[in-house]
């Protein structure tokens, strides 16, 4: 598995394990490094396999933990990191399907209420329970295995993570009510077939705010504008289709009609054009 030794969102975009319920990343950090983290738009379960952290989350006050605790992070969390030691820490990060699937099956046994308030700031740090350690360790043997079901392992073990998460009275709140934010709606409408082809003005609309406030609000949570967050997902959508689409068929499932606008921005982010990007899988494969 490669190893992230910074919170650049590029690097954890391409190294993490994904499965597309879930993402699991990697960190190996130097001592002394120092730099602010984000949980971005899912919860992350945060575990050190290796020294310890001293940490700021949400402005809270400066703690310290090692490898017998973990933290559960809410979604569009801030958090400052220094490592008082070369550290090796294994990150969990829950999509929205894994977690609904696990809701769905259990919300009658666990009583799931919806919460009468809604704090994006709130945040868990819990000793690592023995059901966490026997589950945090067998995702080590599923990742080191490399076995050619690990996909499915890894959810199969992250669902059970996402159960034992939501039968902990401090961290039940953060892992089955973040979707119910504004921001978590708008941005799983995005994420969404449909979401693709809406605009920004119907995306707000559809969250319950005007599109200054709704613009306002989301680079506030996320650090970056909704025209940009939108066409980051448009343009992976298009990654993806072109492997089996046509060049117009692809930009027009993305969300664009306009042809020339989406291979000007298609070649801005990936340094070739559509056509190239096709011609070039052609060779390889």
């Known amino acids: 598995m490669h190893k992230i030794s910074n919170f650049c969102r590029i690097d954890e975009r391409e190294y993490a394990l994904s499965t597309g319920n879930m993402n699991v990343l990697y960190y190996d950090l130097p001592k002394h490094f120092h730099d602010e983290y984000r949980s971005y738009d899912a919860p992350r379960l945060c575990t050190i396999l290796k020294g310890s952290k001293s940490v700021v989350v949400n402005q809270s006050g400066n703690f310290q933990y090692q490898s017998d605790q973990s933290i559960l992070l809410p979604p569009n969390s801030t958090i400052y ?6 550290t090796k820490a294994l990150v969990y990060e829950f999509h929205e399907p894994i977690i609904e699937q696990v809701r769905q099956r259990v919300s009658d046994t666990l009583e799931l209420n919806a919460p009468t308030s809604i704090n994006s700031h709130q945040f868990a740090i819990n000793p690592v329970d023995q059901r966490i350690e026997v589950l945090h360790s067998r995702m080590q043997e599923i990742i080191r295995s490399q076995d050619t079901s690990i996909d499915f392992l890894i959810d199969l073990t992250g669902q059970e993570m996402v159960f034992e998460l939501m039968r902990k009275t401090s961290c ?24 693709l082809q809406m605009s920004l003005s119907h995306i707000a609309e559809e969250v319950g705010m005007s599109l200054s406030s709704f613009s306002q609000k989301f680079k506030a949570v996320t650090q970056v504008s909704p025209n940009q967050y939108l066409t980051q997902l448009r343009l992976q959508a298009a990654y993806r289709n072109l492997a089996s689409m046509s060049v117009t068929d692809a930009a027009f499932e993305s969300g664009y009609n306009n042809i020339s606008h989406f291979i000007r ?21």
């Open 81 to 86: 990191m220094t490592m008082p030691e070369e």
């Open 172 to 195: 039940q709140s953060i892992i089955t009510n973040h979707n119910k934010h504004p921001i978590s709606k708008a941005i799983r409408i995005m994420r969404s077939s449909s979401g």
């Open 265 to 285: 921005l298609f070649k801005n982010e990936y340094g070739m054009t559509p056509k190239q990007f096709q011609q070039i899988r052609v060779v390889i494969n």
